[in-house]
């Protein structure tokens, strides 16, 4: 009865340390593939933004800064595999809302602050 209950609970063990393995190499299979957009500075006025590319290849982005749902300027940057490009645009002091879309061939991220 003893060593049934040891091997039921070795199992259980192996069984919960495998599928927290599968969740954990999913996850960094998820990040690897992907690219994030975020602000430099989360709270106050700057609108610098930085965009890290963990996909497999370099990457050509393209950014559009609104305000108050006004286009007023964009670019263009690129950010090699693996790496992170800042841009950083200048104080614009106009404004409630500001947005910032940064496309990369068919996906789309937005960020936004409300001052």
């Known amino acids: 009865m003893k060593q049934s209950n040891i091997i039921i609970t070795i199992t259980i063990s192996l069984i919960i340390s495998f599928s927290f393995l599968f969740f954990v190499q999913e996850k960094q299979y998820q990040i690897e593939k992907n690219w994030f957009l975020y602000f430099n500075e989360a709270k106050g006025p700057s609108l610098d933004f930085t965009t890290e590319n963990f996909s497999k290849k370099d990457t050509d982005f393209q950014w559009t800064l609104l305000i108050d749902g006004k286009e007023i300027t964009s670019g263009n940057f ?19 809302t500001f947005l910032i879309k940064v496309k990369r061939e068919k ?3 937005e960020i936004y602050k409300i001052l």
């Open 107 to 109: 996906e789309e991220k």
């Open 78 to 96: 690129e950010v090699l595999k693996n790496d992170k490009k800042t841009v950083s645009i200048e104080k614009i002091s106009e404004g409630k």
